[in-house]
């Protein structure tokens, strides 16, 4: 999967999910796994209550957990979307 920063992301909306102790617990709706997302996971969990592009994805975590390193957030944003996209909790749109 190629994600473009301009591509958009929302959440499905048949998972279940519960923020426990500060994480996210999300539960895939294909195999009734239960996911538990660290710190950067629940944030952009969160964030994506309303769909944003990767761009805007990687910009929140920028600001939110004051870095500048904008390559290394861009690749875990990334591979984060990429994963919660094959497990079928987001969905995306190309612009």
Known sequence: MNLLKTDHI?????VAQRLFEEQMLVITPKDSMLHKFNAVGTFIWQFLERSHSVEEIVQG????FDTND????????????????????VSLKSE
């Open 10 to 14: 929302q959440r499905a909306t048949n």
């Open 61 to 64: 975590v920028q600001k939110h």
């Open 70 to 89: 904008e390559e290394a957030v861009s690749q875990d944003v990334i591979t984060f979307i990429e994963k919660l996209c094959e497990k079928g909790l």
